[in-house]
């Protein structure tokens, strides 16, 4: 009897972790949809807007995707929503999960943090020297420095929304089933969202940060086992390749802003 108890304690143990973990992704890809439509795509228009006001004497141009300058439709509005909204949500997600073993636990302090990994790994996908538009709409510093401070706006939002959510959202013993179907369906986008993580920005270095993550992953498992010391060695060189990633994808992005300034 007792023998039988002991062994579906475990079960019961990783039932609970892996139902709290589903809950805690659900709330991350909500969160980023929440900072997807407000930063992605609201105010990455307003961002546009600003600096077609910055640049009158280009106004009626046409950018590289075809927008022409100073021209705001709803439908041109409606499709930035969607298209930013949605990609820069399924990334984010992503890459919040990938990047929670290093972020800062304060709200404000982990959004910054995300913000600047944001930045770093598709900064220069943004801020891209080969893009025009920074060269003939106006003021190059006030355009490289509102569209590289919307990462950090996102990781703010993102981070903000995470923690609203958290006190929000019943803990996961105290979800209903239907409640649970929709924890299910929320946290689905998560897979698209690391898949995007390794090889939407650059797969020579979205690969590399996978694996220092789940090396970090596996120095949990390790550490729970009692071999604290071999766990702190693969989070340190977990560590080390993500810094290494990061450095990386950063240097492109840096080596964009100073080839547009």
Known sequence: MSVTATATVPSRSLGDAMASRLRETAIVVVGSGIAGALVGGLASRIVMRIAALAAPEVRGAVTENGAVVGEITLAGTIALVVFAGVSSTLF?????????????????????????FLLALTGAAVVDKGNADFVILGDRVLNVTMFSGLFFAFGIVASSAYALLERRVPPAAALSPRMWALTAVCALP????????A????????VPLIGAWVAMLSASAVDRRGRHGLAQLIRAGATAGMLVVVGLAGAEYIDNVTTIL
């Open 199 to 206: 090889f939407a920005f650059a797969g020579r270095l979205g």
């Open 92 to 116: 984010a997600a992503g890459a919040f999960v990938v990047a929670r073993p290093w972020l800062p636990r304060g709200t404000v302090a982990r959004g910054l943090v995300f913000g600047g």
């Open 190 to 197: 998560i897979v698209p969202g690391v898949i995007g993580v």
